[in-house]
T-cell receptor, first 115, second 116 residues
């Protein structure tokens, strides 16, 4: 079955540091890949997505490239801010024959950014 | 973000109680989902509805009973729950206009459920 593996957290960085959160996946079909972010006490928000190999998703300074050859979708940001502190989830999406799509999530990586 | 709303935000119930969680989406989507988020575990898909029809039940115990009266509303009826059912329950919706993996799911803020 489908699965997503994320690096363990928490990740603690100083403000303006470079961020990488690793994500690899296993899937039988041609999934779309997503990064969601969850701030304390809130639901998940879409951060970025990529729907086919070599696509790069980007938003708010975050980027991730869909690498089919390494089955990876690593999240990067050049300069993190305190406001980026949150839990980040990597997910893959596959179709459901009855309609809708199924998201398979990683366990999440908590990011703490300090001044 | 007020596209997907959930009520109540917090719920404490005993094992013999019956309660319901409500989700409403204002995005004109056709598919709605229930997920369970437990500590130190990946989010688990529970149910999927597409055009009001249930299309996925991810082996969820019968003490959880979903209801989707229309494409904008989704309920999760709870009965005789166990303490291990304590978790954050998230609702989501997606367009589902076509069979595709590319749709984004939009999440509500969740209901924090505690079963005593």
């Amino acid at each position: 079955g489908d699965s997503v593996t994320q690096m363990e957290g928490p990740v603690t960085l100083s403000e303006e540091a470079f961020l990488t959160i690793n994500c690899t996946y296993t899937a039988t079909g041609y999934p779309s890949l997503f990064w969601y972010v969850q701030y304390p006490g809130e639901g998940l928000q879409l951060l970025l997505k990529a729907t086919k190999a070599d696509d790069k998703g980007s938003n708010k300074g975050f980027e991730a490239t869909y690498r089919k050859e390494t089955t990876s979708f690593h999240l990067e940001k050049g300069s993190v801010q305190v406001s980026d502190s949150a839990v980040y989830f990597c997910a893959l999406s596959d179709i459901l024959t009855g309609g809708g799509n199924k998201l398979t999530f990683g366990t999440g990586t908590q990011l703490k950014v300090e001044l | 973000e007020t596209g997907v709303t959930q009520t109540p935000r917090h719920l404490v119930m005993g094992m013999t109680n019956k309660k319901s969680l409500k989700c409403e989406q204002h995005l004109g989507h056709n598919a709605m989902y229930w997920y369970k988020q437990s500590a130190k575990k990946p989010l688990e898909l529970m149910f999927v509805y597409n055009f009001k029809e249930q299309t996925e039940n991810n082996s969820v115990p019968s003490r959880f009973s979903p209801e989707c009266p229309n494409s904008s509303h989704l309920f999760l009826h709870l009965h005789t729950l166990q303490p291990e059912d304590s978790a954050l329950y998230l609702c989501a919706s997606s367009p589902a206009a076509a069979v595709t993996s590319t749709d984004t799911q939009y999440f509500g803020p969740g209901t924090r459920l505690t079963v005593l």
